[in-house]
């Protein structure tokens, strides 16, 4: 038995939740990351939508473990107590969805820039992490290029500072950054609550799991020794509603568009997973 349990991006495999459902049931899979839902980011839906949309999937037997959600994907400089608006929002849309989780980032900006706002992206980091206690929703940091926590050596900065705040764990985004993810790992080790999985080749091309320079099938076993948990596949396979709104203005992610549709790569993407933890 895996001691693994699998999650997803179901709004890589269709925007309407009508077609998420079936890839996730046709894929055996039991919960789902919320990001898009049929068309709209997660965070734009009311309470009431969330509501239905909770007793939709409660129906279907699918659990809302995470919210997706895109809350620090902002530039350093924009408004963040406006940002604190939207943040109140998503988590309370977190709590009446029922998910343990919630994906955060460490705002944009560029690299060279990173050192001098160290003591502003934590101060706002805590901030977050102040109006989330006592919600019952884990907010877990995703590294991710072009932002404060896009190297190890910085999300190290932030879990140290800011305790309660865990980290989610992508190999593509740090090989995407020019960093090797085992070292990474090691790094991160005792901050890491879950797993995002996605890939990247050595020309930093989005590839299926296992068929990269992530290293996954090592990083696995690491998370393995952790005794496994989650993992939510972000295969990244295939153009999707949203992919654009994910990234800093004027970059972009490399899609290798193997694929005749959204559907087709999500497929692909699942069963390379599950080849490497069967």
Known sequence: MSVFKLCAFADEADPSVSGQISALRENDIEMIELRGVDGRNVTELTTEEMRKLRKRLDDEGIKIWSIG?????????????????????????????????????????????????????????????????GSGVVLCHENEKDIYGDIPERCV???????????????????????DTLT???????????MHMKDADCDKVIVPAGKGAGNVP???ENYKSLSGGVITLEPHLFEFVGLAGLEREGATSVIGNNYNSKREAFDAGVNALKELIK
């Open 184 to 194: 990474a790992w090691d790094m991160l080790r005792p901050y890491i609550d879950y």
């Open 218 to 220: 090592q990083l696995l």
């Open 157 to 179: 900065d932030i879990h140290k500072a800011i305790p309660e705040l865990r980290a989610v764990f992508d190999p593509a985004n740090f090989v995407q950054c020019n960093v």
């Open 69 to 133: 959600s895109p809350i620090g994907k902002i530039e350093i400089e924009d408004d963040f107590k406006k940002h604190t608006e939207l943040f109140r929002h998503t988590l309370e849309l977190a709590n009446i969805a029922g998910a343990e989780k919630m994906r955060i980032f460490s705002f944009f900006m560029s690299p060279e820039d990173a050192p001098k706002y160290k003591n502003r992206v934590i101060e706002q980091l805590g901030t977050l992490a102040d109006i989330a206690k």
